[in-house]
């Protein structure tokens, strides 16, 4: 009877012939979107670093913590930071759940950044995958827009005062900026609807565009024959059960280990209830973006528009000019050290002004020694 | 039929969308009034410059007249602070205005406004803030 039922919701027992590993990855809903066999090349830890799938799953601890959280939160000025103080300290592991959240959304974008510069260094995004390296750099944006939304949530000093540089510089955009801004509030000023429009962006829109857009990114894997690999290595398969769907299971592991650690060790910030008629010195946006405002302190078109335009313009067309075969599927190919040195320069100048903006500025924007 | 259902069914989409469109644009803003009054002129003493936090604005009362300078940063919307005889300084991003508002330091572009200000019939000072004046402005009171 027992296996009667198990039968029925899992088709294909333990798998132990190699028939039965074949059979089991296409037999489960999970499971078959992996291929059934799988390249030798990509499972190698040191060619994508997992950053994908870390990416991936720091997606879903931040799905299942959030949900948790927004039975508490309440997105009103008149009591967002006080749902906050709740959680905090009036709801069981609450403090521990926000910690879990804030500093996986932290890692996210981290790791969808590395997971980029990861693509570009294996010349992964060449035919036939350019479509899906456009996937990947909306879903860096997705990225960059959910933790965007998510840090006004808590209605601190700290959540108000990024948000009112972030959305001052939308307004920079030529032409269509200041509407933009009038929309993203819902208003002239960062207020209730402005709380309640993140609140709305940040629990269900753009998750629900995340969840599609990295379900077609998961599908144009498959569809353009799995993960890139050198010519010379592209026919040595294992099964993918246990070979691949194991590592998986040990990335997650990995994961949950060090969210959970991060959670225990250190609390999420939450600074004072906002005040409109108090700026904190020195103001600064989230560190994501800090790199930004640091441009954005030489000039607010140059930092605010140009820059950050020309970047994601340069990503979105990128697959489509740079279309050459060679050099794919292993790291710094020599045949791509241009690319990959104007990439590189690019990626640690951006990292450059991100580490100055965060820890080499200090009131007023004045240069200031970290230590 | 196939040219009518098909413009019938992009007709109905598009209206759809549009109206979707539409509804995300407010109309009604549960906003402070952009026109409001902030006292009499006694409250302020000659020669001062006061901040006005709740309305993120400077009433500086001159021997020429009264005028009223936006607080908030041309370049990208902190308060500035003022200092006293230098005139003010943001702390987001580091830009520094004198004491009429043009920009002395960028990355600000554009000087602080300067709002349009009447005294009502009651003795207030109003302030218009949907209305910018030019750098000769003062209300005498």
């Not at chain 1, 990128?318 to 075969?325: A, F, G, K, M």
């Not at chain 1, 590189?344 to 970290?370: E, H, K, M, S, Y």
């Amino acid at each position: 009877m027992r296996s009667r039922i198990l039968r029925s919701v899992f088709r294909v027992g333990w798998p132990r012939t190699r028939q039965a590993r074949l059979q089991a990855m296409l037999s489960s809903l999970v499971l078959h979107v992996h291929p059934t066999r799988v390249r030798v090349h990509v499972l190698r830890p040191s060619y994508t670093l997992g950053l994908g799938l870390v990416s991936f799953f720091l997606f879903v601890v931040l799905t299942v913590t959030g949900l948790a959280l927004m039975l508490y939160y309440v997105p009103h000025p008149d009591a967002a930071y006080r749902s906050m103080k709740d959680i905090e300290y009036a709801v069981t592991f609450g403090m521990f759940l926000r910690n879990a959240h804030r500093w996986a959304a932290h890692g996210m974008v981290a790791t969808v950044f590395l997971h980029l510069c990861r693509v570009f260094f294996t010349g992964a995004y060449k035919p036939p995958r350019e479509f899906n390296w456009v996937v990947g750099v909306l879903l860096l944006l997705l990225t960059l827009a959910l933790s965007f939304t998510g840090y006004l949530l808590p209605w601190d000093q700290l959540a108000f005062w990024a948000i009112t540089v972030g959305t001052a510089i939308v307004a920079y955009f030529p032409g269509l900026g200041p509407q933009v801004r009038y929309l993203l509030l819902g208003g002239h000023e960062i207020g209730a609807a402005a709380l309640l429009r993140f609140y709305v962006l940040h629990c269900l829109i753009l998750p629900l565009a995340m969840a599609f857009l990295v379900a077609l990114h998961f599908w144009r894997v498959r569809k353009d024959g799995g993960l890139s690999a050198p010519p010379a290595r592209l026919h040595r398969r294992v099964p993918a059960w246990p070979h691949l769907v194991f590592r998986e299971l040990l990335v997650f592991i990995l994961v949950l280990v060090v969210v959970h650690a991060a959670a225990l060790l250190f609390d999420a910030p939450l600074e004072g209830i906002a005040d409109a008629t108090r700026t904190p010195n020195p103001a600064k946006a989230p560190w994501y973006f800090l790199g930004l405002q640091e441009l954005v302190h030489y000039g607010a078109i140059f930092g605010g528009v140009v820059v950050p335009t020309a970047i994601v313009l340069a990503l979105l067309v990128l697959p489509y000019v740079d279309t050459s075969p060679r050099g794919v599927g292993v790291w710094f190919a020599p045949e791509r050290r241009l690319a990959n040195t104007v990439f590189a320069t690019i990626a640690v100048a951006l990292v450059a002004v991100t580490v100055v903006g965060t820890f080499f500025r200090g009131p007023n924007w004045a240069w200031v020694w970290p230590w | 039929m196939a040219v009518a259902g098909t413009t019938g069914l992009v007709a109905g989409a598009l209206g759809l969308l549009g109206a979707l469109a539409r509804s995300v644009v407010p109309d009604v803003l549960y906003e402070p009034p952009r026109r409001f009054p902030v006292g009499r002129p006694a409250d302020y003493p000659p020669g001062s410059v006061t901040f006005v936090p709740e309305r993120r604005l400077y009433v500086f009362n001159t021997p020429a007249g009264f005028y009223a300078i936006s607080a908030v940063c041309t370049h990208l919307g902190c308060n500035v602070n003022s200092e006293p005889g230098k005139g003010f300084a943001c702390p987001c991003h580091g830009s520094t205005f004198e004491e009429d508002g043009r920009v002395r330091k960028g990355p600000a572009a554009w000087p602080l406004p300067r709002f349009a200000m009447v005294l009502s019939r009651r003795g207030e000072l109003v302030v218009d803030t949907r209305r910018t004046v030019g750098p000769d402005f003062r209300l005498k009171a």
